[in-house]
T-cell receptor
Framework: DAGVTQSPTHLIKTRGQQVTLRCSPK?????VSWYQQALGQGPQFIFQ???????QRGNFPDRFSGHQFPNYSSELNVNALLLGDSALYLC???????????????FGPGTRLTVL | AQKVTQAQTEISVVEKEDVTLDCVYE???????LFWYKQPPSGELVFLIR??????QNEISGRYSWNFQKSTSSFNFTITASQVVDSAVYFC?????????????FGGGTRLMVKP
């Protein structure tokens, strides 16, 4: 049973460019959340997708956008990259259904984005 | 607003010592969920435990134990007889469903170094 997978592993971009990160959730999961983790800090919630719609959003600008596909996989897009966008981007999947919907979120290995 | 504080940024112990990682949380809600995650150098967040606000029983899993005290808004994590493989960054996190939906709010993390 494959866990959460993310691609690419590492990425280097320059300021002003655009980037797309990808995530495939754990089998049986239907909800995908994205987090940004700057060096030495805890992850910060970007947004969450469920049923192909953005269900919840953290305090991130509109330059950050996403998408969820019918197979539950997801993309995170960042436009007009800034130096401050350099971070580890983590994808987490979970199952929204059931009486205890606040179950653990399973995280992928992350994509390390460096903006020069 | 919800908040998680991990006052210890870094702890260093010698193998076989016991170590406690502190976590203090803030939420205005009576229903919430607390988590601990481990982040080894590879970067992937590994789920350790979930606790809901109505279950104050302490839990033990092998060398790991958790002490949940609502009176002090704390959810501390103890590793007994630490091992070098326990070296990682540990994050405490909170889900506050009514105020913040299904997003995880993380503390800043505690880096644990276990020396042989």
């Amino acid at each position: 049973d494959a866990g959460v997978t993310q691609s690419p592993t590492h990425l280097i971009k320059t300021r002003g460019q655009q980037v797309t990160l990808r995530c495939s959730p754990k089998s049986g999961h239907d909800t995908v959340s994205w987090y940004q983790q700057a060096l030495g800090q805890g992850p910060q919630f970007i947004f969450q997708y469920y049923e192909e719609e953005e269900r919840q959003r953290g305090n991130f600008p509109d330059r950050f956008s996403g998408h969820q596909f019918p197979n539950y996989s997801s993309e995170l897009n960042v436009n007009a990259l800034l130096l401050g966008d350099s971070a580890l981007y983590l994808c987490a999947s979970s199952f929204a259904g059931g009486p205890e919907s606040y179950n653990e979120q399973f995280f992928g290995p992350g994509t390390r984005l460096t903006v020069l | 607003a919800q908040k998680v504080t991990q006052a210890q940024t870094e702890i260093s112990v010698v193998e076989k010592e016991d170590v406690t990682l502190d976590c203090v949380y803030e939420t205005r809600d009576t229903t919430y969920y607390l988590f601990w995650y481990k982040q080894p150098p590879s970067g992937e967040l590994v789920f350790l435990i979930r606790r809901n606000s109505f279950d104050e029983q302490n839990e033990i899993s092998g060398r790991y134990s958790w002490n949940f005290q609502k009176s002090t808004s704390s959810f501390n994590f103890t590793i007994t007889a630490s091992q070098v493989v326990d070296s990682a960054v540990y994050f405490c996190a909170l889900i506050d469903p009514y105020n913040a939906g299904n997003m995880l709010t993380f503390g800043g993390g505690t880096r644990l170094m276990v020396k042989p």
